[in-house]
């Protein structure tokens, strides 16, 4: 997924009410209808919208899939907000939890496991039918063997 960011220290940033390509004359990548209703911290952000918006320190927004030559615009109560393009971090959960790159990965080395596994148990199972007297009475023939041959 291409995540593009964007930060703004402009006071009126925590009022933003929408988020739009300035070359477009409809639609939106975000928008709040109250302004009054504060922002989500950014530790605790879901959005189904293309773009989130939080605030921590500043107002920070992850936009998804953003198409090239998008003139990126904030808008508030007061006309247009200040904002810069920023480098996006990496997701928290994204770090912690494995991708879909990494499942065919996980998923092979789960079944190498499983035939190793069971590779052990029959190894274990056919020697454990040899019992300890058979393995005994085997000894103990060859060695009356050996001791025959040499009379």
């Keep these: 997924m291409n995540r ?13 009410s929408k988020l739009y390509d300035q070359k477009v004359d409809f639609g939106h990548f975000w928008a709040r209808d109250d302004p009054n209703i504060p922002l989500p911290q950014c530790d605790n952000v879901s959005s189904d919208s293309q773009c989130s918006v939080c605030l921590d320190q500043l107002v920070r927004v992850v936009c998804r899939n953003l198409t090239a030559g998008v003139e990126f615009f904030m808008e508030g109560r007061g006309g247009s907000i200040s904002f810069n393009k920023t480098v996006c971090p990496e997701p928290p959960s994204q770090m912690l939890a494995p991708s879909r790159h990494h499942l065919p990965a996980i998923i092979s080395a789960i079944i190498c496991l499983i035939f190793i596994i069971i590779i052990i148990i029959i190894i274990i199972k056919t020697n454990s039918s040899r019992t300890f007297s058979d393995v005994a009475s085997t000894r103990t023939r060859r060695r009356t063997w050996g001791t025959d041959r040499q009379v």
């Design 4 to 16: 593009t960011c964007f930060m703004s220290a402009d006071p009126a940033a925590p009022n933003v």
